[in-house]
């Protein structure tokens, strides 16, 4: 079956560095573009960041712009999220996820594949 797990997340200050990984297996991780998500206490689950099978097209929420990287090693089948200057409103339990069809979507009702999550958490 389709597994998404995420690694990588820690406790971190202000200003500082984290890079998510998500090991994809069970599905053709080349066809599929990927997602994360994040969603911190108490507030719905939001866009973060979109990378399409090639890795050619990305796209951000605003507030991680200039920020966020997401990136993919196909040979790896693996997707990361590096993340600098990091906030105390980055703190989250950061999910990636999987979408099939290739809609590049925004919505979380886009995807079809969900990892567990990793908890961020950015101190001041």
């Known amino acids: 079956q389709v597994q998404l797990v995420e690694s990588g997340g820690g406790l971190v200050q202000a200003g500082g560095s984290l890079r998510l990984s998500c090991a994809a297996s069970?599905?053709?991780?080349?066809?599929?573009?990927m997602g994360w998500f994040r969603q911190a206490p108490g507030k719905e689950r939001e866009f973060v960041a979109t990378?399409?099978?090639?890795?050619?097209?990305?796209n951000y929420t605003d507030s991680v712009k200039d920020r966020f990287t997401i990136s993919r090693d196909n040979a790896k089948n693996t997707m990361y999220l590096q993340m600098n200057s990091l906030k105390p409103e980055d703190t989250a339990v950061y999910y990636c996820?999987?979408?099939?069809?290739?809609?590049?979507?925004?919505?979380?009702?886009?995807?079809?594949?969900w990892g567990q999550g990793t908890q961020v958490t950015v101190s001041s």
């Open positions: 996820a999987a979408d099939r069809y290739g809609r590049y979507g925004t919505s979380g009702d886009e995807y079809d594949y």
């Open positions: 069970g599905l053709t991780f080349r066809a599929y573009t």
């Open positions: 990378v399409i099978w090639s890795g050619g097209y990305t």
